[in-house]
C-alpha cells in the first residue's frame, strides 16, 4: 500500500493532488515548538521540498514543547538535528537545512525560488518582515504564534490581505515564551492547524485558508475564526522592518538603547530609522513618531 494512500483517497487530493504536493517547494522558517509537529506533517504528507532555517542550537528547556529533539541533541544546531530526524520520517522528501538567522535582507535570497512559506519563528519582526516581502512577491505565508495558553494561525497573501491588514499595530503587551510561558499541547495543537492550511493552499482547496484567520484559547476552551479577504492594507507609514545591513549613510538613526531625550528632525524625505534589542520598542517609537511626522519611519531588532 502507498504511504499517502489514506491521503490519496480524500475528495481534493487524488493521485494528482499528492503530485502536486511531491512537486511543492516550501520555506520554513523557525524549526522550535510551532516547527515540532508543523514539520513532521509537511514531511509525512509528501511535500517534496523543505528548506529550513533556525540559527538557534537545542536547549533543554525547549524540550517541553519541542519535541523533534531528544536529550542527546542538546546543544547541537535544530535546523540540521531536525533535518536529519525528518528524513528518517520520509525519505522522498528533500530537506535542506540552513543554520542561519532569516532577516529582511536575506529574505529575497531564501524566498527566491519556494512556493509558499511558512512562518514557525514565533517573532514578530520575522512575521512581519515575511508578510512585507509576500505581500510584494505574491507567495502565499502561513503564520501562526503562540503565548501562554493561546495562539493563532492564519493565512496570509498570496492574493489574500497581509499580515498588517489585520495586524496594524502591536498589542500593548508582548512576551516571549521565556518571559510569559507556554504550554506544549497549544502549540502542537496550532503548528498542526499551521500545517493543514500549508497542505490546504498546496492542494487548491476552496475554500482557501488565504484570508482565514483561526484564534485558539485553551484556558477558556474556546476557538474563533474570521475571514479577512477584504480587509484594507494600513497606510505606509506602518513602520517597515529592516536588517542593520538595510541602514543607509542617508539615514537618521534613532538606537533607543541610548535612550536619547530628543529625536532629530529629519531632512525633507529622509527615512528615520528606529534601533532597539528586540525591536518592540522601536516599532512603538516609530509608530510616534508617524503620527506626527510624514517621514517615512522603519525598524531595526538587533537581537532579531
Known amino acids: 500500500m502507498s504511504r499517502y494512500a489514506r491521503q490519496i483517497c480524500l475528495a481534493g487530493v487524488g493521485p494528482e493532488g499528492q503530485a502536486r504536493l511531491g512537486a511543492a517547494r516550501v520555506l520554513v522558517v523557525g524549526a522550535g515548538g510551532l516547527g515540532a509537529t508543523l514539520l513532521p506533517q509537511l ?17 533543554e528547556s525547549n ?3 519541542q519535541t523533534l529533539f531528544r536529550m542527546s541533541d542538546l546543544g547541537q544546531p535544530k535546523a540540521q538535528i531536525a533535518a536529519d530526524a525528518l528524513t528518517g520520517l520520509n525519505p522522498d522528501v528533500t530537506l535542506e537545512a540552513h543554520v542561519a538567522r532569516l532577516t529582511p535582507a536575506n529574505l529575497p535570497h531564501w524566498s527566491r525560488d519556494v512556493d509558499l512559506i511558512v512562518d514557525a519563528a514565533d517573532s514578530f519582526a520575522t512575521s512581519y518582515a515575511l508578510s512585507d516581502h509576500c505581500h510584494q512577491s505574491g507567495q502565499p505565508l502561513i503564520s501562526a504564534s503562540v503565548t501562554g495558553r493561546q495562539g493563532y494561525v492564519g493565512g496570509f497573501c498570496g492574493g489574500a490581505p497581509s499580515l498588517r491588514a489585520v495586524f496594524p499595530d ?12 507556554v504550554m506544549g499541547p497549544v502549540v502542537a495543537n496550532i503548528s498542526a492547524l499551521q500545517a493543514q492550511m500549508v497542505l490546504a493552499v498546496l492542494l487548491g482547496q476552496d475554500p482557501t485558508p ?10 477558556g476552551w474556546r476557538v474563533n475564526g474570521f475571514r479577512f479577504d477584504s480587509a484594507p492594507e494600513p497606510p505606509r507609514a506602518s513602520p517597515a522592518v529592516l536588517a542593520l545591513e538595510q541602514i543607509t549613510p542617508d539615514d537618521l538613526v ?51
Open 43 to 59: 514531511v509525512g504528507a509528501g511535500v517534496g521540498f523543505i528548506r529550513l532555517l533556525d540559527p538557534d542550537l537545542v536547549e
Open 63 to 65: 524540550l517541553q514543547r
Open 170 to 181: 502591536l498589542p500593548d503587551v508582548m512576551g516571549s515564551c521565556s518571559e510569559t510561558g
Open 254 to 304: 534613532i538606537d533607543l538603547r541610548d535612550t536619547p531625550d530628543v529625536v532629530p528632525t529629519p531632512d525633507p524625505g529622509q527615512r528615520v530609522v528606529f534601533v532597539c534589542a528586540s525591536g518592540l520598542r522601536a516599532w512603538r517609537a516609530a509608530r510616534g513618531f508617524a503620527e506626527t511626522s510624514e517621514a517615512h519611519v522603519a525598524i531595526v531588532g538587533v537581537g532579531t
Open 210 to 219: 488565504l484570508g482565514q484567520f483561526l484564534s485558539l484559547d485553551l484556558m
